[in-house]
């Protein structure tokens, strides 16, 4: 299949979640030509994805930037389903569901069971390891993490994570489709929080607990790093549009692999997080919000 991408041959994409993320990567695969299969729990959840994805294209198109008739066909290449089993056709499967260790470990072994053995799984996981993950398949050479970033079809970076028995072929597949997504993939190891999240994850955290202390308001701790550091957003604005619950789940995930006190959880995140205010998805975090936007 390496070979296939690099020659523009177009594989089908199954994506597992219809969420920010999900259906993000779902519209990015889409515009690049792909055919591409959601799948989620729920018509709820998968008709707020497909509207999510219908605004952002009609958007490009209200700034002339896309035509009526090229958003018609990228929509016309995108499939949504609550049937999961309609993902053994897929060629290249990404799960895009919460951050739960056991809930992604069981996707694992539910796709293992549908797809083909030479399928290639990943993960969209921003801080769980992809050898463990990889561990839960029938066949983890060909099981591999694809972090994309918020929002997906702006951001140019994706993190390539190959766990201890992805196989060569599976890493260049990967880092290839990426490339045809006009992404610039990097092939990092399989460390809790990769690159970005092991650095950007902790200044988070740091910036909840100078909050806390009173060192500075939310407005300017967040002006003094866009002004100070030529950060394009503050930290707690990024918590807020990353959710405060994926930044919990994160420094948790870091904490307990590395056992350093420096990824401690700040009690005021832990605090929001428990009180529901998770962000932008919440209508409330350290700003306040129209839910959902």
């Known amino acids: ?106 996707l694992f072994r539910k796709l293992s069971e549908t797809v083909d053995p030479e399928t290639i799984l990943a993960s969209n996981t921003s801080s769980l390891s992809i050898t463990e993950l990889g561990h839960c398949a029938t066949n983890p050479a060909r099981v591999i993490g694809m972090h994309f970033f918020n929002p997906v079809p702006k951001m140019e970076l994706v993190e390539v994570v190959p766990g201890r028995a992805t196989s060569d072929d599976t890493v260049a597949f990967t880092v290839a489709m990426a490339m045809q997504l006009g992404k610039n993939p990097i092939v990092v190891s399989d460390s809790p929080g990769f690159v970005v999240n092991r650095l950007m994850i902790p200044m988070i955290n740091e910036a909840v607990f100078a909050l806390n202390e009173g060192v500075a308001s939310a407005e300017d701790i967040d002006a003094v790093m866009r002004l100070g550091a030529s950060h394009p957003m503050g930290p707690l604005e990024l918590a807020d549009m990353i959710g405060l619950d994926t930044v919990l789940s994160i420094m948790e995930a870091m904490h307990h692999a590395f056992g350093d006190d420096k990824y401690r959880p700040a009690p005021l995140l832990r605090q929001m997080v428990s009180g529901g205010q998770l962000g932008r998805k919440s209508g409330q975090g350290f700003y306040s919000y129209e839910k959902g936007n």
């Open 1 to 106: 299949m390496t070979d296939d991408v690099q020659n523009g041959s177009m594989a089908t994409i199954g994506v597992i979640g219809a969420g920010t993320m999900g259906s993000g990567i779902a519209e990015v695969f889409a515009q690049s030509g792909y055919d591409v299969v959601i799948v989620e729990t729920s018509d709820e959840f998968l008709d707020r994805g497909l509207q999510r994805i219908t605004a952002d294209l009609d958007r490009l198109v209200s700034r002339e930037r896309l035509t009526d008739e090229k958003r018609d066909t990228i929509l016309s290449r995108i499939e949504g389903t609550t049937e999961f089993d309609r993902l053994g056709n897929c060629d290249f499967v990404i799960e895009a569901v919460p951050e739960e260790k056991e809930l992604k470990a069981e």
